[in-house]
């Protein structure tokens, strides 16, 4: 149990939140939180405004509210990764491609894909979109280029070849001009990103995460209630690492402070089922036995590009008898938002990834903006309560070894 599982109220928090694969500037986050705060409250009837960061470190901003009679001060930082993200998204709409086909085939020829497929078939089909949309964009450009070549080649038969290549690098760059609105190279760096090392942590980002786990190590020893760690999409597997890290640096003392994870629509299989990702499949076994932490992963099913209600500790093969965490809960869209804002959103994937992040019109036991702002910690929030009965929790990984 959490050693401040039983405290009264929350009066001062500092949240940390990790972005998924995101090369945007972490501002973004802030003006998101803002204005659906604003929303939510107005919802919901409590009190909440942002403000400027007080003190240095991280990007972040300050969060005062006002919640069942309680006000709260908490201090939201970004883990800031995204010149990572950027720097691992190639220019090249070669090297794109040579990213499409190294990519497939260590999905393929570890066996991953397949056991992917047993689970959800949202981030499945999430996962074969960019390689479908690429491969449909170069046939697309070598069709037309073939029709250039062949009504030109009746009258100048050499001379047709170069407009024909010139109309394929065109369009084959015009695409990927476009990608603002496909997402198919997006989505293509990120999955090459995690495959990369057949899913063994790139330098650069263990480098960074060993700086997020001083960040949070910090936080725990100064006079706040509650220390949240939020993990949204590839920011979950990240936060799983870091926390184990921060916990293992000081595994006799406990922490003053509640500690808490809040993992928000997490693709953590589409690493820990890679054959190197050794390290990652460890820190889950170890972090889904302690007793100084209070884990929640929250996802839906409405969500296509998470593993909705996969237990990822489980699904991954590296459960034990002593497995308390994490808590899979649902943050069941077609319930917690009306019929006319899910007629709205359910075919927009990538909004409906971050609805974790937004408000609900019919809200239930999940509010973002009272886990991060209210006077009650994670642990007092979902006490008692029980996973989903949906939850997926079977061993699928084929690789499930851990670092001894």
Request: hydrophobic fraction near 45%; include cysteine; glycine fraction near 6%.
């Amino acid at each position: 149990m959490n050693s401040h599982e039983n405290q009264e109220q929350v009066k001062r928090r500092r949240v940390f939140y990790i972005p998924g694969y995101d090369p945007i500037h972490p501002r973004r986050y802030r003006e998101l939180y803002r204005s659906e705060g604003a929303a939510q409250s107005a919802l919901s009837g409590y009190q909440i405004s942002v403000s400027a960061k007080m003190g240095d470190g991280p990007f972040g901003w300050h969060v005062h509210s006002e919640q069942d009679g309680t006000e709260v001060e908490t201090q939201i930082q970004v883990l800031v990764w995204s010149d990572i993200v950027r720097d691992s998204m190639s220019n090249s709409v070669v090297a794109t491609y040579v990213q499409l086909v190294r990519t497939a085939w260590i999905y393929l020829a570890t066996g991953t894909f397949r056991r992917l497929m047993r689970l959800r078939k949202g981030p499945v089909i999430a996962a074969l979109y960019p390689l479908a949309m690429l491969v449909f964009q170069l046939a697309a450009a070598l069709a037309i280029a073939w029709g250039v070549w062949k009504g030109g080649s009746q009258f100048f038969d050499l001379f047709a070849i170069a407009p024909a290549i010139l109309t394929f690098c065109l369009l084959l760059r015009w695409f990927q001009k476009i990608d603002n609105k496909l997402f198919a190279y997006y989505l293509m760096h990120d999955y090459a990103y995690s495959a990369s090392l057949k899913g063994e942590t790139p330098a650069a980002l263990r480098k960074r995460m060993t700086e997020f786990t001083e960040l949070i190590r910090q936080a725990l020893a100064t006079d706040v209630d509650e220390v949240l760690v939020v993990g949204h999409s590839s920011g979950a597997h990240i936060g799983v690492s870091v926390l184990a890290d921060v916990i293992r640096s000081a595994p006799d003392t406990g922490f003053r402070p509640a500690l808490s994870f809040l993992s928000l629509g997490q693709v953590v299989p589409m690493v820990s089922f890679l054959p190197n990702a050794k390290e990652l499949r460890t820190d889950l076994q170890f972090l889904s036995v302690q007793y100084n932490l209070t884990w929640v992963d929250v996802s839906a099913p409405g969500d296509g590009c998470s593993f909705a209600l996969c237990d990822p500790v489980g699904v991954s093969g590296v459960s034990t008898e002593s497995k308390k965490w994490p808590l899979v809960l649902s943050a069941a869209f077609t319930q917690t938002l009306s019929p006319e804002r899910w007629q709205a959103l359910r075919w927009r994937f990538f909004r409906l990834h971050f609805q974790y992040l937004c408000a609900f019109d019919r809200v239930g036991a999940y509010d973002y903006f009272r886990i991060t702002a209210g006077p009650q910690s994670l642990a007092q929030r979902f006490r008692g309560r029980s996973s989903s009965k949906s939850r997926i929790d079977i061993a699928v990984s084929k690789h499930r070894t851990v670092m001894l």
